[in-house]
């Protein structure tokens, strides 16, 4: 019974989403209040049906109802509970019906928290919003039903796979799909912008929460993937380039342009056409990112199964709305006023290159995701990896990287160039140090050197900037601490997210130029130095799981001969899928890891082992993190708040001039 | 500065970043994309010794040998022909007897694969699109195998 119902709420929010979907459009267009007020009560009803759906398919599976096929398939009774709720997700159908709960919670949102938005644009928006979850209910409910019976319910389920039963998938793909699917919001404000054929730097304010709430689950969620790849895999890599990593760092990339041209758009009413056609391209390239995991037309590691019949209902989304996205922007952006001037040294130019530089790079990525694709068609089978990225990804960012510090340091308008330099002086000087600090100590690795010297710079240039704007050094203590205080919050958060990148470019730096491993086969007793680290490899000890059983491999780690602790890396089986998983074994010290994982058993007792040294690896994550914290100060600005008209001018005293 | 000249640094600099970009990518494609080869077009096309390609193929039961340091010895096949390979090192988790893999390395002259990476998919339910092609064109390709790609019912051992 539960999941019939579950089902036809489904079906129920279908119905309103198509309701929603016009009869608001309508409204705005007839200046009809009542037609316009139906978009409100639509999103928050079909946010509840979705809710009631999701809540159900929930159910099934923490019940193990294996009637279900998707439970079936991808549940066990012997499981713990929080897998038999994460695999909820863990599987095409679910994961399709977490997409849509998100979008109608977004949808929600804007429902109930932008009051005040004028009346005909938040329909417009809301019933775009709706095109796109109309779009996504029908897919789920012609060719990915979750809630499919089985005519007859095995005993038992076929279990979750099992390297995707682990917390980091709990967090990683709703993450993921909240940064994914919250680029809907932007697209849907872009697309009603273009309808109405008006749009100002009111607009941009209105986006911008919604913007820098879905950028900052994307950068926490394509952190938690890469983490969880780095512990669970086995094999220490973080980043693969893989076609679906890519996916999600796409719309990354355009919605961290997004971010900056919006911010220009909304102080100084320039690049308004530029930022409606990013805010387009980053949901299009969010929906490519859904399409290449989903259908099934690239071969990646993380690839699973799939069937062809989803791929092309999926592209026919894809093709309606970026190719009419695209084609109404053709139509309708000539009509809308261009936005002022301003110097090329200035703010908005520096924002301007950022925009440049980011959406070229996103570019790169692009191209090197889709080639495959292309020359499929024409019948060669290529693939293209890592140093193709590496190549051409890596020098384009390096460059952005390297006028970060200029951007927040410029005056909007007209900037002075020679004033920034001067005031970056110290950033530059704590680059050189750190450059020829790496040369001496280090010797070679000129990459690394360079990489070092950038971090520290971007790092520096975060600090100058929040320096500069309190007048610390110059000012006595309490003057500074009090503009430190009644610094705008966007200020600090700018700083942050700047600060987390040098962190994480500082953290890739030392994983991918100091890094060790070795990869050897050890009996018990058997000894293995690397770098400072001696591991000694004690004896295997079987153990039993909830559903699975393992071999744990015992090492002794000692620092110069002094024992600083023990690593159990295993080997587990599960018997339900006849599957086995590798489970590494890590030791913190300080920013960087040990890293112990092991490969097959031989029939005399040695075993494979793989043992990294990963120098600052930690620090690649902590960067991310520290860009979410940023973007989420950000986020708490009064000025950005949802709903917040103006500032408020008490508070304006206190800030200092820019 | 006047708008026209403001302009024109506007798009020379887009200019200039497109076009370096676009020499990164081709200076970047004609060293780093693998050409993807079954064990067919491997055997006939006669691929250079020593040109860096992309093997895929299921691994023949019984033909896993073992050997010292990690040194692994095993071959590929599409259904029609067969290449040895060899491989040192971890194999994937997922490796076994049957199991579609794909695999990155040089042919040597005496007709080995040397592979330096041996990648096996995180489902066992997947077969590798290429190596699933490669199949199909070899007329090896058996329902049961597609079913198991699906969300069908699963052999039983």
């Known amino acids: 019974m539960i999941p019939e119902l579950g089902h036809y709420a489904l079906v129920l929010a279908l119905a309103i989403a198509l309701v929603q979907s016009t009869v608001p459009l309508y409204g705005a267009r007839m200046r009809d209040a009542v037609l316009i007020r139906v978009a409100e009560p639509a999103a928050l009803a079909q946010f509840a049906f979705v ?36 695999s909820v997700w863990g599987n095409h ?59 007859e319910a095995p005993f038992e389920g076929r279990d979750l796979n099992p390297i995707l039963q682990d917390f980091g998938l709990a967090v990683h793909p709703p993450m993921l799909y909240v940064g994914y699917v919250g680029f809907s919001i932007s697209f849907s404000f872009a697309i009603a912008a273009l309808i109405e054929g008006r749009i100002d730097a009111a607009w941009a304010r209105w986006v911008r929460p919604w913007t820098l709430v879905a950028w900052i689950f994307l950068t926490l969620g394509i952190a938690m993937g890469s983490f969880w790849a780095y512990y669970t895999l086995g094999w220490g890599g973080w980043w693969y ?71 092309v209902f999926i592209l026919a989304i894809l093709v309606l709305f970026i190719g009419g996205g695209l084609a109404l922007y053709a139509w309708r952006a000539p009509l809308l006023k261009a936005g002022g001037l301003f110097a090329p040294i200035s703010r908005e130019g520096a924002l301007v290159l950022n925009n440049l530089f980011l959406t070229v790079a996103c570019a790169t990525v692009f191209f090197g995701t889709i080639y495959p694709l292309v020359t499929e068609a024409f019948g060669t089978k290529i693939s293209v990896g890592a140093p193709f990225f590496n190549l051409t990804f890596g020098p384009l960012f390096a460059l952005l990287l390297a006028v970060v510090p200029f951007g927040p340091l410029l005056a909007w308008k007209r900037g002075d160039l020679q004033g920034v330099m001067q005031r970056l002086t110290a950033a530059f000087v704590l680059a050189l140090v750190g450059i020829t600090a790496v040369c001496i100590v280090e010797g070679r690795p000129v990459l690394a050197a360079f990489g070092v010297g950038l971090a520290g710079f971007v790092i520096a240039g975060a600090i100058t900037d929040i320096v500069e704007r309190t007048g610390m050094w110059r000012a006595p203590f309490p003057v500074a601490t009090r503009r430190a205080i009644g610094l705008p919050r966007s200020a600090w ?106 490969g097959e058993a031989a029939a005399d007792g040695a075993i494979a082992v793989r043992l990294y040294h990963k120098p600052l690896v930690l620090m690649i994550w902590l960067g991310c993190v520290v860009m979410a914290f940023g973007g989420a100060l950000s986020l708490s600005d009064r000025r950005l708040r949802v709903g917040a008209p103006k500032p408020a001018r008490s508070r304006a005293v206190l800030q200092p001039a820019e | 500065m006047t708008r026209k000249q403001r302009r024109l640094v506007l798009i020379s600099a887009g200019v200039g970043v497109l076009g370096f970009a676009a020499g990164l990518v081709m200076w970047a494609l004609s060293d780093s994309i693998r050409f993807f080869n079954s064990p067919t077009d491997l055997v006939e096309n006669h691929v250079a010794p020593g040109t860096r390609v992309r093997l895929g193929g299921l691994v023949v039961p019984g033909s896993v040998v073992r050997g010292k340091d990690l040194n692994v010895r095993f071959e590929v096949s599409d259904g029609n022909r067969a290449v040895p390979v060899t491989y040192q090192g971890i194999l994937p988790d997922l490796f076994r007897d049957g199991q579609g893999v794909v695999t990155d390395g040089t042919l040597d002259a005496s007709g080995v694969f040397k592979a330096d990476s041996v990648l096996a998919k995180h489902d066992e339910r997947y077969m590798p699109k290429e190596v699933a092609d490669a199949l199909k064109q070899q007329g090896h390709w058996k329902d049961d195998t597609a079913k198991g790609m699906g969300a069908g019912t699963r052999k039983t051992p």
């Open chain 1, 241 to 311: 380039w893989d076609p679906v990593e890519n996916a999600s760092f796409m719309p990354w990339l355009a919605g961290t342009a997004l971010l900056h041209s919006a911010l220009v758009m909304e102080k100084r009413e320039a690049l308004k056409i530029w930022t409606i056609l990013l805010a387009i391209l980053t949901f299009s390239l969010s929906l490519i990112g859904t399409f290449l995991v989903r259908s099934g037309v690239i071969t990646s590691v993380h690839a699973f199964a799939s069937d062809p019949t989803r791929g």
């Open chain 1, 493 to 598: 958060g700018a700083a942050f997210a700047h600060l987390g990148l040098g962190i994480s470019l500082l953290g890739v730096v030392g994983e991918t130029q100091w890094g060790s491993e070795q990869i050897v086969s050890l009996r018990p007793g058997d000894k293995v130095a690397l770098r400072h680290y001696e591991f000694t490899f004690d004896r295997t000890v079987p153990r039993t799981g909830p559903n699975y059983q393992e071999l744990v491999a015992q090492f002794t780690v000692r620092r110069n001969g002094e024992m600083i602790g023990v690593m159990q890396p295993s080997k587990r089986s599960f018997p339900a899928r006849e599957m086995t998983t590798t489970e590494a074994a890590l030791m913190t010290r300080g920013f960087g890891q040990l890293y112990v994982s092991l």
């Open chain 1, 93 to 151: 159908e679910g994961s399709m019906l977490l997409w849509v709960l998100i979008l109608a919670v977004f949808g929600a949102l804007v429902a109930a928290f932008g009051r005040n938005m004028p009346a005909t644009l938040k329909a417009t928006v809301l019933a775009v919003q709706s095109w796109v979850a109309s779009a996504f209910y029908l897919f789920i409910l012609v060719t990915s039903n979750p809630f499919l019976r089985l005519p």
């Open chain 1, 51 to 86: 809710a009631f759906s999701f809540a159900a398919l929930v159910g099934c599976y923490v019940t193990s109802d294996f009637s279900v096929a998707t439970v079936f398939e991808n549940s066990h009774s012997t499981m713990p509970l929080i897998y038999k709720f994460t």
